[in-house]
Each structure stands twice: as structure tokens, then as C-alpha cells.
Nanobody
Framework: QVQLAESGGGLVQAGDSLRLTCKTS????????MGWFRQVPGKEREFVAA????????LYGDSVKGRFTVSRDNARNVVYLQMNSLKPEDTAVYYC?????????????????WGRGTQVTVSS
């Protein structure tokens, strides 16, 4: 099993940047990719970004395209989410999740293991 732990969240102002980190441990060699989702209380979890490990393909949600970048450090078993030009509507709890290799990258059901999340708050 893969264990995931997010970090790097915080309180920032609109226009600032943050980099979230997803540290992985356990059976990491079985992983096909990693995704980032976010959730605001009372709303469904929203797809943010995904990285496929073979070929390093990426996919982004429309609301973050051009501002967020997902990347990986193989040696450290971490996946990053670089968030630039943050907006108040980016405020949410951000989760990383382990893509199991089948299904739609934008769908929660395609992910097996999840971290506990990290809070990002963007003030106007």
C-alpha cells in the first residue's frame, strides 16, 4: 500500500505562489501516476491536476490551467503542485491521490490512496 502526505499549504494573498508537496512511501513502484484534487466545504471534490509517470504526461483542470504545474522528484518520492497567481477561489483543502492506472484522470474513482489534505487559503 502507498501512503501519502501533503504539506506546503498556508495563508497567502491573491497573486502569491505556493508549492504543495505530496510525499509518498510504501509500495511506490506500483504507482501509475498522481493526482491533485481540492475541496471546499459543502462542495464536491474538484480535479486540479494529474501526472502520469510513464511519459510524464500532465492534465490540468480548466480553472488552474496556465497557473498550476505538477511535477515529480523521483529520487525523493515526492510530487509537487506549484501554484502561481493564486486567487481567492483557489481556497480549499488540497489532496494528493494515487492514480491506479485505469479510469479517467479527472475522476476520484480512478484513485486509490489519498492523503489527509493541506489547507490553502488565499485572501483578496
Amino acid at each position: 500500500q502507498v501512503q501519502l502526505a501533503e504539506s506546503g499549504g498556508g495563508l497567502v494573498q491573491a497573486g502569491d505562489s505556493l508549492r504543495l508537496t505530496c510525499k509518498t512511501s510504501g509500495r511506490t513502484f506500483t504507482r501509475a501516476g498522481m493526482g491533485w484534487f481540492r475541496q471546499v466545504p459543502g462542495k464536491e471534490r474538484e480535479f486540479v491536476a494529474a501526472l502520469i509517470f510513464i511519459g510524464s504526461g500532465t492534465l490540468y483542470g480548466d480553472s488552474v490551467k496556465g497557473r498550476f504545474t505538477v511535477s515529480r522528484d523521483n529520487a525523493r518520492n515526492v510530487v509537487y503542485l506549484q501554484m502561481n497567481s493564486l486567487k481567492p477561489e483557489d481556497t480549499a483543502v488540497y489532496y494528493c491521490a494515487d492514480f491506479e492506472g485505469t479510469g479517467r484522470l479527472t475522476s476520484e474513482s480512478a484513485y486509490g490512496n489519498w492523503g489527509r489534505g493541506t489547507q490553502v487559503t488565499v485572501s483578496s
